[in-house]
Nanobody, 130 residues
């Protein structure tokens, strides 16, 4: 069983930066998907960035490309999301997730249905003020 615990959220002004962390316990597969997702108030949960654990290939939502970076530290069993140049529309609860199932390639991780990510953290709130 995998457990995920996010931290690092907070309140910042437009243009600020935050770094989210996700501490993982349990076995994460060598060819599976991890990712960051977010859900704003009254909105559906959406993909922010995904990482394919074979080669740590990454993909991003168009809305965050060039501003956010997903990365992993295997030694610390942690997943990170560096968020720069934050905008008010980035305000949301951010979740770390991992899949229990293998993936064939990186793009599959980004297109993977959210319900195929079996493990979720409790979320960390990010609020960006204008």
């Amino acid at each position: 069983q995998v457990q995920l615990v996010e931290s690092g959220g907070g309140s910042v002004e437009t243009g600020g930066s935050l770094r989210l962390s996700c501490a993982a316990s349990g076995y994460i597969g060598k060819r599976t998907c991890m990712g960051w997702f977010r859900q704003g108030s009254g909105k559906e949960r959406e993909r922010v960035a995904t990482l394919f654990t074979s080669g740590d290939n990454t993909l991003y939502a168009d809305s965050v490309k060039g501003r956010f970076t997903i990365s992993r530290d295997n030694a610390k069993s942690s997943l990170y999301l560096q968020m720069n140049t934050l905008k008010p529309e980035d305000t949301a609860m951010y979740y770390c997730a991992a899949s229990a199932n293998d993936a064939p390639y990186s793009e599959y991780c980004y297109g993977r249905p959210l319900n195929d990510y079996q493990y979720w953290g409790q979320g960390t709130q990010v609020t960006v003020s204008s």
